[in-house]
């Protein structure tokens, strides 16, 4: 494996002034984390000096990479203006505009720092629009850490009744129980689940909060049927649609509801709309944003947020996006459908127990032979999670980055050579552990 003698001296510093040594749950360890020092396109550089294609691009963040020079451009031109004030900007319009011409369900936006708030907020605009306090949402889906967003996370990996109504939990010790009682969870492509919860949730459901292809459940294609149930009973009951793309928007030009057939009512947003600075935005239709303001009224919802829009972020995330052009979404088209069939491929060839989901520059490695189609499909008991950690260690030792548990995304400065040398690697990986008996 790639030497981490100076990561293991910072990690060392780190452990006393962190809770866990770390400052985000999330920082992969296995053991300790790989300390960048600098990226560089599709590569980062750690602190030792290994070079590894970068396949998280900071969960999905950085489309263009590391370093994209028109970003860091424009983000260090208007850092010479000041970085924060009260007064609005020239450069949040800017982005807006340009989220509203590509979007087709946002008319108008909000933006804030990070894809929680957005979704908080989406939430709370909901509640504000219907008067409705409750939610539904997908068993299994990450929404960030909004309690009503987070609640029902912690499922049994060994829970396999697929007959089972899926009941919310507070997520954490401490939390609220109330919280459960205003969360209302379906299953992922279960058309029956959704349209009868929704009928008898009705008059008490602000929203149904939908990711169009949820990361954290499997990274699984929703069934046309799903999606059109979900749109028609929705309608039928005054429920609005958050369709969550704070991950997904880099599907597509006009984000990910519209291929899939998905019309929201809000759009939550975030990641690779910051190029690269913290940032989240909710979005939809004008009818709905009005909770938010209006030229004459005191708003239901206020909304602020004391770094929100601020122009550094919107200057960076307006440059980030102006460069995904059609063609880069069809550059990240092709090396995406090149990475799946390659790595599907391989597969066949083996006869492994492996699957591939994922769509456009997204896709996920499952450590079984079926594709899922939901969440408790998707769940991992401990053996194949081990599988997938030596998995990640195999990919390490041919300077591959793979997410644990996670999309791994690509970014425009990827080249098929850099797709090859994935599907190299896992195809070496499958050799080895056919030969040792255990893939
Ligand atoms: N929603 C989705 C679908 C996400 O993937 C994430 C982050 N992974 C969030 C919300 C939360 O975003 P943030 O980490 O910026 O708070």
């Known amino acids: 494996l790639p030497a981490r003698t100076k990561s293991t001296r910072l990690f060392s510093r780190a452990m006393p002034v962190f809770p866990g040594g770390v400052t985000r749950a999330t920082v992969e360890k296995d053991p300790i984390p790989f300390y960048v020092a600098y990226g560089e396109g599709a590569y980062l550089v750690d602190v030792d000096g290994n070079r590894l294609l970068d396949l998280n691009n900071n969960f999905t963040t950085l489309i263009h990479g590391h370093g994209f020079e028109p970003v860091r451009q424009a983000a260090s031109d208007l850092m010479r203006m000041g970085t924060c004030f009260a007064n609005p900007t020239q450069h949040e319009i800017g982005l807006a505009e340009l989220l509203v011409d590509r979007i087709p369900a946002i008319e108008q936006v909000r933006f804030v720092n990070s894809g929680t708030?957005?979704?908080m907020f989406a939430i709370k605009a909901a509640?504000?629009?219907t008067g409705r306090p409750g939610i539904v949402r997908i068993e299994g889906a990450y929404h960030g850490a909004y309690d009503w967003a987070e609640?029902?996370?912690?499922?049994?990996?060994n829970l396999s009744d697929r007959a089972a109504i899926p009941r919310a939990i507070p997520a954490y010790h401490g939390t609220p129980a109330s919280v459960a009682d205003d969360v209302h969870l379906i299953r992922f492509n279960d058309v029956n689940g959704l349209e009868q919860r929704l009928d008898a949730l009705r008059g008490r459901v602000a929203c149904v909060l939908i990711d169009p292809m949820p990361s954290r459940a499997g990274l699984i294609h929703p069934t046309a049927t799903f999606v059109e149930t979900l749109s028609s009973v929705a309608r039928k009951h005054g429920i609005l649609i958050i369709a969550d793309e704070v991950l997904n928007l880099r599907q597509g030009y006009a984000g990910?509801?519209?291929?899939?057939?998905?019309?929201?009512?809000?759009?939550?947003?975030?990641?690779?709309?910051?190029?690269?600075?913290?940032i989240g935005a909710v979005g939809g239709r004008e009818e709905v944003m009005r909770v938010f303001g209006t030229q004459v009224n005191k708003p239901l919802l206020p909304?602020?947020?004391?770094?929100?829009?601020?122009?550094?972020?919107?200057?960076?995330?307006?440059?980030?996006?102006e460069a995904m052009t059609h063609e880069n979404f069809n550059h990240l088209e092709a090396l995406g459908e090149r990475v799946r069939v390659g790595l599907e491929s391989s597969i066949s060839r083996t006869d492994a127990p492996f699957c591939v989901t994922g769509a456009s520059s997204l896709f996920r490695i499952h450590p079984k032979r079926l594709a899922p189609t939901e969440y408790r499909e998707a769940l991992q008991n401990d053996a194949q999670d081990r599988v997938m950690k030596e998995l990640a260690r195999h990919l390490l030792q041919w300077g591959i980055l793979l997410p644990h548990g996670a999309a791994a995304s690509l970014s425009t400065p990827m080249t098929n050579s850099d797709i090859d040398l994935i599907v190299a690697a896992f195809d070496d990986f499958l050799n080895v552990h056919a030969a040792n008996g255990r893939a």
């Open 117 to 119: 708030e957005a979704v």
């Open 127 to 129: 509640r504000a629009f």
């Open 151 to 157: 609640a029902g996370q912690a499922v049994d990996p």
């Open 256 to 278: 990910a509801s519209p291929r899939y057939g998905l019309t929201p009512d809000l759009v939550t947003a975030g990641k690779i709309i910051g190029g690269g600075f913290p």
């Open 303 to 321: 909304q602020g947020g004391t770094f929100s829009a601020n122009p550094v972020s919107m200057v960076a995330g307006r440059v980030a996006m």
